[in-house]
């Protein structure tokens, strides 16, 4: 029987410390109406786990002791979560910048109509799946028909003023390479997407983040049942550029599960690698209401290369403009 954990936590990953705190990312629950093949995640429609009021309320309290600048929401798709709207609010009343890791085929599930409306009223920037910008690609990576309710949810946005100029409401999307190799130079990608889905669908956007797939949870499990598993960690390790290290997202950035639990980054989150400023496993955002994370370590494995190889990547996309 073929073991289908990845072996991450011994590595030769070089050291790294924080910076002063800027973005709070939460991940509100693992519930989503998509169950894609390349999902870190592994977030699904059977799925259960859900951030609860409490949590959410002490995630407030943080935002406000912290004074975090941004706040980064994800899943699962995060508006399927009861108190997206209560946490977003909130947020927004403390002048919190809110960005929306957005599944676009949420927009036009039945029940949640509301969430492009909310989304602009609250002027919610929107970071959109959408790895390819053919039908074929989308629909083999993340379901039959995705791509065309994709398209409907984008043109719908942009009706909302998104991704149109001088709107204050940005629109940005998200590329993820289809298997094992490393995503193509972000750049003349954004290019190739932009004249395309405007000449096709008439859809404009802000960027394009290009975001290497993680070898944890459902990707890794894939590598590991074809045997690719060990190809692809040397591929990145291979790729690896030191000059990457001073972008990746985990040196300002804390990582919140669905319990409330805090971590370096959300890949971290998924190996539940404890926090480097404790070294404690399952330490709690309450916990953390008063700390000064400035310098504290960041716990490290061989999955770090994916954000670290070739011209890099994090939640922001390429972190440089090399190929």
Request: hydrophobic fraction near 35%; charged fraction near 20%; charge should be negative.
């Amino acid at each position: 029987m073929h073991d289908t954990k990845p072996r991450l936590t011994q590595t030769d990953f070089p050291d790294i410390g924080r910076r002063a705190l800027q973005t709070l990312q939460m991940n509100l629950g693992y519930l989503c109406n998509l169950a894609c093949t390349h999902c870190h995640v592994a977030a699904g429609p059977k799925r259960t786990e859900l951030m609860d009021r409490a949590t959410i309320d002490v995630a407030i309290e943080f935002l406000r002791a912290q004074s975090v600048r941004t706040l980064d929401v994800t899943g699962g798709s995060p508006e399927m979560n009861p108190h997206f709207r209560d946490l977003v609010h909130a947020a927004r009343s403390l002048d919190v910048h809110v960005m929306d890791r957005c599944n676009p085929t949420i927009l036009n599930e039945p029940g949640y109509e509301w969430v492009a409306d909310f989304l602009a009223e609250n002027q919610v920037e929107v970071v959109a799946s959408l790895p390819c910008y053919t039908e074929p690609n989308v629909d083999q990576q993340r379901g039959k028909h995705v791509f065309e309710r994709s398209i409907e949810a984008l043109q719908r946005l942009n009706q909302h003023g998104y991704g149109q100029r001088d709107s204050g409401l940005e629109l940005n999307l998200v590329y993820n390479p289809s298997g094992a190799t490393l995503p193509p130079p972000q750049a003349s990608l954004e290019d190739d997407y932009r004249q395309h889905l405007f000449d096709e669908h008439g859809i404009e956007f802000n960027r394009l983040f290009t975001i290497a797939n993680m070898p944890i949870k459902r990707f890794g499990s894939m590598l590991i049942s074809k045997n690719q598993f060990g190809d692809y960690m040397t591929l990145l390790k291979n790729a690896y550029r030191r000059e990457n290290l001073q972008s990746v997202m985990c040196r300002d950035l804390v990582s919140v599960d669905w319990r409330g639990y805090v971590y370096d980054c959300d890949f971290n989150q998924m190996l539940e690698m404890p926090l480097g400023a404790t070294g404690r496993p399952h330490t709690h955002l309450r916990d953390l209401l008063q700390t000064d994370l400035t310098d504290a370590p960041i716990s490290v494995a061989d999955h770090c290369y994916g954000c670290t190889a070739g011209q890099g990547s994090s939640c922001g996309g390429a972190l440089r403009g090399a190929a």
